[in-house]
């Protein structure tokens, strides 16, 4: 590995941590002993690392319901979110994970007590970090597994995700159209000015948030917190329920102001809403506001590999391309059209 690969992995935050099992989670190896221990610290190490908003998975060369079945007796199972027991190798359930939870290989971590199963991983997937199971001991104190902040929705995200995987399920069972499923969902979304008591999960969106995210501009609390005060700048947090439960914080905008012209600085949603709308929902009432305050709308937009759902809303809400320079792409809405709230949602504004 490069010195620069090992700063960029020392750097990252990670989302995600996947756990072997043998000899890593618990002492021995599961199908040569059904009474395997659990090993010394790991159950505190697992809550903390859930209480930071970490999300945790298995990945395991394992019986499938051995596995999981000793995992309900240690009063573990419900901690790891679409684990991977199976014969398949490390790195192919490591992208299944991060598939199904849909965040990048980059914000995941992966800890295995086999060398052969470090180095498989760090050749197929040489963006995850790995640890050696010999050093868990030390990884309540790595500054990966250190968020800045724990926000309210970092404590009960594992809980977020749950709500979803059980939301999936019943869309997979669903017979109807898509808008009827998202009808039976009883969606409200809310969209209020960003307050003081927002600052945090603000900050924590810019960082976590890439690929719905229309420019990857990140702002530190404090920048944010001028901006939420600035009379030159609006900036909006959204959230979104239904009726299986909250989804969070989910959505940051960011506008400029002057007095002929508003510009769309950033604007991003949680990858956890991609098939809610809600991206849509948030241009759409903009729009709104620009049209009433007579002023032209523009968007700034920066291209990268993972944001191409963004580029497709702003041209579906009617965005045309107004200059371009490499990645950067400067757009403007004539506001001529403005699509209706779809019925399967209520939006609520709050100031």
């Known amino acids: 590995m490069s010195n620069v690969q090992s700063l960029q992995k020392k750097q990252q935050k990670i989302k995600c941590i996947i756990w072997d099992l043998d000899n890593t989670l618990w002492n021995g190896v599961l199908l040569e002993d059904s009474t395997v221990t659990i090993r010394k610290d790991i159950v505190d190490i697992i809550k903390v690392l859930d209480s930071r908003g970490i999300l945790q998975s298995v990945a395991s060369k394992n019986e499938h319901t051995l596995a999981i079945a000793k995992l309900k007796e240690f009063g573990l199972n419900d901690y790891f979110i679409y684990p991977q027991i199976n014969w398949n190798a490390k790195s192919h359930s490591i992208k299944a ?9 980059d914000t995941l971590a992966f800890v295995d007590d086999q060398p052969f199963e470090r180095e498989e991983v760090n050749f197929e997937l040489p963006e995850v970090l790995c640890i050696d199971a010999l050093d868990i001991s030390n990884l309540l104190d790595m500054p990966e597994l250190n968020p800045k902040f724990v926000t309210d929705d970092s404590k009960i995200r594992r809980h977020l995700y749950l709500n ?15 808008e009827e499923f998202l009808a039976s969902l009883q969606l409200n979304m809310t969209i209020s000015k960003v307050k003081k008591g927002d600052l945090q999960r603000a900050e924590e969106l810019t960082v976590r948030t890439h690929q719905l995210n229309t420019t990857g501009y990140t702002y530190s609390y ?6 939420r005060k600035s009379d030159r700048h609006m900036l909006l947090i959204s959230g979104l329920e239904d009726k299986y439960g909250v989804y969070g914080k989910i959505g940051l905008t960011l506008i400029e102001k002057t007095e002929d012209a508003w510009t769309i600085k950033l604007l991003l949603m949680s990858c956890r809403v991609m098939s809610r709308g809600v991206g849509t929902i948030v241009i759409n009432h903009i729009m709104n506001l620009a049209k009433q305050a ?3 709308l523009y968007a700034e937009f920066v291209t990268t590999d993972k944001n191409r759902m963004m580029y497709i809303t702003y041209k579906f809400a009617g965005f045309q391309e107004d200059h371009e320079d490499g990645d950067f ?7 001529s059209f403005i699509q209706p709230l779809p019925d399967y949602i209520t939006l609520t504004i709050e100031e």
């Open 97 to 105: 994970i991060a598939e199904s939870i849909n965040i990048g290989i």
């Open 164 to 178: 979803d995987i059980k939301r999936k399920s019943i869309e997979t069972e669903f017979v109807g159209t898509q």
């Open 222 to 227: 404090e920048e944010i917190d001028e901006l």
């Open 294 to 296: 007579n002023v032209d």
């Open 329 to 335: 792409i400067l757009f403007k809405n004539d506001l």
